[in-house]
C-alpha cells in the first residue's frame, strides 16, 4: 500500500499542475465576455483621432499636454503617510489598483458601467482624475524609457525614471537600490506591513522577474512585505480581499490587474475591440469589489484611506512599447485632491 502511494502522489501532484497549466493557457486564449458589459460596448466608435477622444473626456483635470509623470504616484503616497491624521481617524493606510496596459479613452465607458471602482471614487468618493504620462517625458517628446510593465510601475514605485532605476523595458532584474515603496515605507518605519498582489509572473516571480531580488532581499532581512502572485487575475482579488479583512490588514498595498493589457495583446488595445471592452470592464468591476471591501471594514471610519487607480502604459494595435499617444498617455484616479503641474512648481 504504501508502495503505491509513493507512485501515486507524485503522478497526481504531476497531473493537478498540467490541468493548473492547461487551465492558465484557456484562460488567456479564450474570449470570456464580462457580465459586466453594458449595451452598447459591441458597437463603440473609433474616434480617429485619439487627441480629440482625449480631450472631450469630462472628468479630467488636467490637459494631457499637462500630464504629470506616472512617478507622481509614489509622491502621492508619501506625502499622504506623512500628512497629519484628519480628526476622527487613528491610522492611515494606502492602495494603489493597477490596470495594466489600459487606455485613457475607456473613462468614455464610464456613463454606462454598471460597477465601477472609477465611478466609485469620482461620484461617490468625490475624487479627482488627471492625465499622467509613461516613456519619460510627455508625448510628443522621444521616448527615454519604453511605454512597458516594468518601466513604467518600477517609475511608480520607485518615484524616479529609468536613468536612475535602470529598468528601461521588461525582464531586467532590478538591483534594490532605488528602493520602492514596498521596501522603503516599512524600513523607516512609516507603516508595519506592505503587500504586492499580482498575476503577471514578469514582476517577481522569475530570476528574471523586476522585482525578483527585492523579494529575495526582504525575505533575508525579514521586511514585512509578502510579494504574493496568482495564476490569474481572480486570484489577485481574492489575496487583496482575503488581507483586507484582517483586522491588522496591510497598510500599504500595491496590486496589478492584467485583464486589459492580456485583451489587448490578443485581439487589440481599442474600444472597437469588445473583448477589450469586455476586459475593462472586468477590471473596473474588480476594483470595485476592492474598495468596497476596504469600506466594509469594521475599522474603516477611523482609517484614513488613500484610494488611487493607475494605468502603466496605453497600447495601439496588439502591442505597447513604443511612443504614441495611444501608448503615452496613461491616468491617475484618487479619493483624495492630486496637485497639479502648477501646484507642484
Not at 27 to 47: C, F, I, R
Not at 323 to 328: H, N, T, Y
Amino acid at each position: 500500500m504504501k508502495k503505491a502511494a509513493k507512485i501515486l502522489i507524485p503522478v497526481l501532484c504531476v497531473l493537478l499542475i498540467g490541468a493548473a497549466f492547461g487551465g492558465y493557457v484557456w484562460y488567456n486564449k479564450t474570449y470570456h465576455p464580462s457580465k459586466w458589459l453594458a449595451e452598447g460596448d459591441d458597437a463603440m466608435q473609433v474616434v480617429d483621432a485619439y487627441q480629440q477622444s482625449l480631450e472631450a473626456l469630462p472628468d479630467m483635470e488636467n490637459t494631457w499636454q499637462e500630464a504629470l509623470p506616472q512617478t507622481v504616484i509614489h509622491d502621492l503616497v508619501e506625502a499622504h503617510f506623512a500628512a497629519p491624521l484628519p480628526e476622527g481617524k487613528t491610522e492611515k493606510k494606502a492602495i494603489v489598483i493597477g490596470y495594466d496596459g489600459c487606455l485613457v479613452d475607456t473613462f468614455r465607458l464610464l456613463g454606462t458601467a454598471k460597477k465601477s471602482a472609477i465611478n466609485m471614487l469620482l461620484k461617490q468618493q468625490n475624487g479627482h482624475a488627471i492625465f499622467t504620462y509613461a516613456g519619460g517625458v510627455n508625448y510628443p517628446g522621444e521616448n527615454t524609457q519604453a511605454t512597458s510593465t516594468a518601466p513604467g510601475w518600477c517609475s511608480m514605485l520607485t518615484g524616479v525614471l529609468a536613468d536612475v532605476h535602470h529598468i528601461t523595458n521588461n525582464g531586467q532584474p532590478k538591483e534594490v537600490e532605488p528602493k520602492t515603496l514596498l521596501l522603503s515605507l516599512v524600513e523607516d518605519g512609516t507603516v508595519d506591513k506592505s503587500a504586492f498582489y499580482v498575476s503577471w509572473d514578469g514582476h517577481f516571480s522569475k530570476k528574471s522577474a523586476t522585482y525578483y531580488p527585492e523579494k529575495v532581499y526582504a525575505r533575508q532581512e525579514g521586511v514585512n512585505a509578502p510579494y504574493r502572485r496568482a495564476l490569474f487575475d481572480p486570484g489577485t482579488k481574492l489575496n487583496i480581499l482575503h488581507d483586507l479583512k484582517k483586522k491588522d490588514c496591510s497598510d500599504f498595498i500595491f496590486s496589478t490587474l492584467e485583464y486589459t493589457d492580456h485583451a489587448g495583446h490578443s485581439s487589440g488595445f481599442s474600444l472597437g475591440n469588445v473583448k477589450y471592452v469586455s476586459a475593462f470592464r472586468d477590471a473596473d468591476a474588480t476594483g470595485a469589489d476592492i474598495i468596497a471591501a476596504i469600506e466594509n471594514r469594521p475599522s474603516y471610519d477611523s482609517e484614513d484611506w488613500l484610494i488611487l487607480i493607475t494605468t502603466d502604459h496605453g497600447g495601439i494595435g496588439v502591442s505597447h512599447g513604443g511612443s504614441s499617444m495611444e501608448e503615452r498617455i496613461t491616468f491617475i484616479v484618487s479619493n483624495k485632491e492630486i496637485p497639479t503641474a502648477a501646484e507642484t512648481e
